[in-house]
C-alpha cells in the first residue's frame, strides 16, 4: 500500500532560488519538490508526496486539519511561524499524524530570534541547517518507519 506524506512549507519559501542564496541556496521551492517527489516515488517502499506552500497561516492549519489528518506522516517547513504560531503548534497537536520539522538553513546558527520553536517539543525530529537535503531526510526516516510496520504487520 502506498503511503502518504504532506509536505508543508510556510512563508516566503516560494521566494527560494532568489531569496538570500546565501543561506538558502540557488534552487527554487519547485526544484526541491520534484526532486523529492522523484526521490519519494522511484524507493521502496514507493512514498506519494502531497506538498503545500503558503504564505498564510490559516491555509497551513486547513491543511494539517485535512490533507495531514489523512496522510502517514508530515514534514514541514513552517519558516517563520515555527518561532511563534501556536496555532500551527495546536493543529499538528491535535493530529495524530507524526510530524518532522525541518529547515534549510542552521537556525540555531543565526539571529537568536531563530533558536526557538513552538513546533520542537511536539514534532518526532528536527533536521536543521543541510540544505535541501533535510527534506530527503526526512523522507528516509518515514520511509524507514513504514518499512519497520510493514514488516511488524507480516510477523
Do not use: C
Not at 494539517?64 to 502517514?72: A, D, K, L, Q
Not at 513552517?78 to 537556525?107: C, K
Not at 520542537?120 to 535541501?132: P, Y
Amino acid at each position: 500500500m502506498t503511503k502518504t506524506i504532506l509536505v508543508i512549507n510556510g512563508p516566503n519559501l516560494n521566494m527560494l532560488g532568489t531569496r538570500q542564496p546565501e543561506i538558502y541556496g540557488n534552487r527554487t521551492l519547485d526544484d526541491m519538490m520534484t526532486r523529492l517527489r522523484d526521490i519519494a516515488e522511484s524507493g521502496s517502499p514507493s512514498v506519494r508526496l502531497q506538498t503545500i506552500q503558503s504564505n498564510l497561516e490559516g491555509e497551513l492549519i486547513d491543511a494539517i486539519h485535512t490533507i495531514g489528518r489523512e496522510s502517514n506522516g508530515i514534514i514541514i517547513n513552517a519558516g517563520a511561524f515555527t518561532h511563534y504560531s501556536i496555532a500551527i503548534r495546536d493543529a499538528l497537536s491535535s493530529i495524530e499524524t507524526p510530524a518532522i520539522e525541518v529547515h534549510i538553513s542552521n537556525v540555531h546558527a543565526r539571529e537568536d530570534f531563530r533558536h526557538h520553536s513552538v513546533l520542537s517539543a511536539i514534532v518526532v525530529g528536527q533536521i536543521v541547517g543541510l540544505g535541501e537535503d533535510v527534506y530527503r531526510l526526512a523522507l528516509e526516516w518515514f520511509r524507514a518507519r513504514f518499512e519497520q510496520e510493514e514488516n511488524g504487520a507480516r510477523s
